[in-house]
């Protein structure tokens, strides 16, 4: 059986082998798709990457900005025109009102002619590249046809499809939001420049008095709406016994104080004397570093009374734990004061924390007191400045004399820390002694030998 197996199995090879190569089966293969145009699809890669690098954020920043400092001034421009019409003695008050309201026509109009600018620029890019647009959606609707699988339109309608599960959840996440917000969160959007100097004046103060502190109450009693304040450290530009207030940023720049100033105490420097630079004003009240502690002063200013929070015993003061850069340290800014949207902030540094900057809620009351404290990793003394927006800390480093940088952020809602946010302030003095956010009119307030400067906050 073996044997008749092996015969057919040689016979079977020799019959194989002889066969003609005609007689073998070839197949041809026919592909009917047309050929995919990968030179089309590059081009259409390469317009989009020119278009992307003219169109850019930050050219929409920059019109933006200009539109805000127009929205800022103009107002500013009327009240200062009605106070002029009002209170005008045709003397001293008013040739200084007239040289007030001719500055800011002059920036007004240097605003207006730099808008001018900026916006024919980016009209015509906005033309150039609503052609580069179309044509692109051109091209890619003829690229569409080769997806004959239809991966793209899937992958389209999931996108869809997501937006449509990301609305839902956003519309039922409004409907359970508490009412009060967190901190951390902010109504504004996400913090992401600043625009000016808005405002630059030395108002009344003598140059002598370099150092202080000025803004506006996030929470003012009626009336007092428009109302500005302003802190003159008096001697040896360390302490302050006193705060002044002035009816409108007109009244603020000549001098015309309010009958409403006043006088924490007639010696000075004493016990709950302002110490340093770093105050602020909120719900009719001053806070401050009490002099000569680690303690922070609430002075109501209708009732005249003083209040105190105390910090805890290993934090750094009496220019033991100051702002500082590479060349100087600012003396006596151990402990630092801000507002926000929500209330009031201190910024200090303890031993505990090994000197890093710790900051801490500060809860309305008389007295005062501590809701809550966050530990941050950022070396206190090398940093020039810190405020407050939307319950995030930011810290500024000297660049030189010309720039200053927000460079770190702390976020108290989710811990997150940032070290590299590079926004530039474009200073007017070399040193900035005081650091303040007026959530009131979104204003970043600098205080600097002896001239009160202003830059507008930009969020998305």
Known sequence: MKLYIIILLCSL???TRQLNQQDRCVCELTNKEKVFPH???????????????????????????????????????????SILENENDEALYGVVSLQVIENELIEIKNMVERLNKTTQG???????????????????????????????????DNMRLKRALDDCKNSNDLNTQPTIQPYGVCPHGKFVNITGPRFYSTGEAPSNYKYGGWGRDPKPASGKENWYWRVLLTVSNIYANNINFYSSLSSLTVGVKTPDN???????????????????????????NCYNSYRVCRFNITSKTISDLQLPKDTRFNSK????????CYVYTDIDLATDESGVWVIYSTAQNFGNLVLSKVEEGDPPIINQTWHTSVYKQGVTNTFMACGILYATRYINKQIEEIFYSYDTLTGVEKFNLGIFIDKMCPDINFL?????DKMLH???DSYMVSYEVLFE
């Open 13 to 15: 090879f020799r019959i």
């Open 39 to 81: 030179e089309t699809l590059n081009s259409v890669n390469d317009e989009a990457s020119k278009c992307s690098l003219k169109v850019t954020p930050q050219k929409a920043l920059d019109l933006e900005s200009l539109h805000f400092g127009l929205d800022f001034r103009l107002p500013q421009l009327l009240k200062d025109l």
């Open 122 to 156: 980016h009209n015509h890019i906005t033309d150039e590249s609503g052609r580069q647009l179309l044509h692109l959606r051109d091209e890619l609707q003829e690229l569409e046809q080769y997806d004959t699988l239809q991966v793209e339109k899937r992958r389209k």
């Open 262 to 288: 006043a006088l924490i105490h007639p010696a000075n420097p004493t016990t709950n004397t302002i110490q340093g630079p770093n105050v602020v004003l909120y719900g009719e009240a001053l806070y401050y």
């Open 321 to 328: 734990g100051n702002f500082c850069h590479l060349d100087q």
């Open 436 to 440: 303040n956010y007026s959530p009131v």
């Open 446 to 448: 600098i205080h600097c």
